[in-house]
């Protein structure tokens, strides 16, 4: 069954240093999300992506987030400078989101620690 | 703004008990409602998706409600079995939106 897939699985960076998460979409899907779960609170939304460009963002997702989909597979999360704050789970999903075909499917997620 | 709660936040049952699992949202204007589980450390694996049109959905031993217009929608997982043990998580897209809004989650365990 196709998965979303996502590496690291875990990534320990310093403060102010820059990371890149990736994630492997299911294939045929065309929307694209980054979520993350802080540890012992609610999944939050981040961002959206259709048609190579954002779709829609949280309000947490600030000038130190960018998303880019460099090629036909790859769908990326920069942090450029990470503070201690965004020590966290990080889950990419993807949904064809057509009528009737809506659901997210979500991926294992990258553990950041930020230190 | 919408807000997803989720009640009980921890249930510990037998084995065999069927179960029933409670989300509301406080906002009615939705056009999904998703149902997760979340193992300890790991991803959310989609278990059912509720369209705003549709009553119920059923698979397997799982059957989601949903009852749009007070905010509410049940999981009822039936026969429990140790393997159910995780915490499961509601989410619910609002109309106008794409991302999905989650709730505080159920943890749960099935002891044998």
């Given at each position: 069954?196709?998965?979303?897939?996502?590496?690291?699985?875990?990534?320990?960076?310093?403060m102010?240093?820059?990371?890149?998460?990736?994630?492997?979409?299911?294939?045929n899907?065309?929307?694209?999300?980054?979520?993350?779960q802080?540890?012992g609170?609610?999944?939050?939304?981040l961002?959206?992506?259709?048609?190579?460009?954002?779709?829609e963002?949280s309000?947490?997702?600030?000038d130190?987030?960018?998303?880019?989909?460099?090629?036909?597979?790859?769908?990326?999360l920069?942090?450029?400078?990470?503070k201690?704050?965004?020590?966290?789970?990080?889950?990419?999903?993807?949904?064809?989101?057509?009528?009737?075909?809506e659901?997210?499917?979500?991926?294992?997620?990258?553990?950041?620690?930020?230190? | 703004?919408?807000e997803?709660?989720?009640i009980?936040a921890?249930?510990?049952?037998?084995?065999?008990?069927?179960?029933?699992?409670?989300?509301?949202?406080?906002?009615?204007?939705?056009y999904?409602?998703?149902?997760?589980r979340?193992?300890?450390?790991k991803?959310?694996?989609?278990?059912?998706?509720?369209?705003?049109?549709?009553?119920?959905?059923?698979?397997?031993?799982?059957?989601?409600?949903?009852d749009?217009?007070?905010?509410?929608?049940?999981?009822?997982?039936?026969?429990?079995?140790?393997?159910?043990?995780?915490?499961?998580l509601?989410?619910?897209?609002?109309?106008n939106?794409?991302?999905?809004?989650?709730g505080?989650?159920t943890?749960?365990?099935?002891?044998?």
């Amino acid at each position: 069954e196709p998965e979303v897939t996502q590496t690291p699985s875990h990534q320990v960076t310093q403060m102010g240093q820059e990371v890149i998460l990736r994630c492997v979409p299911i294939s045929n899907h065309l929307y694209f999300y980054w979520y993350r779960q802080i540890l012992g609170q609610k999944v939050e939304f981040l961002v959206s992506f259709y048609n190579n460009e954002i779709s829609e963002k949280s309000e947490i997702f600030d000038d130190q987030f960018s998303v880019e989909r460099p090629d036909g597979s790859n769908f990326t999360l920069k942090i450029r400078s990470t503070k201690l704050e965004d020590s966290a789970m990080y889950f990419c999903a993807s949904s064809e989101n057509l009528a009737g075909q809506e659901t997210q499917y979500f991926g294992p997620g990258t553990r950041l620690l930020v230190l | 703004k919408q807000e997803v709660t989720q009640i009980p936040a921890a249930l510990s049952v037998p084995e065999g008990e069927n179960l029933v699992l409670n989300c509301s949202f406080t906002d009615s204007a939705i056009y999904n409602l998703q149902w997760f589980r979340q193992d300890p450390g790991k991803g959310l694996t989609s278990l059912l998706l509720i369209q705003s049109s549709q009553r119920e959905q059923t698979s397997g031993r799982l059957n989601a409600s949903l009852d749009k217009s007070s905010g509410r929608s049940t999981l009822y997982i039936a026969a429990s079995q140790p393997g159910d043990s995780a915490t499961y998580l509601c989410a619910v897209r609002p109309g106008n939106t794409d991302k999905l809004i989650f709730g505080t989650g159920t943890r749960l365990q099935v002891f044998p």
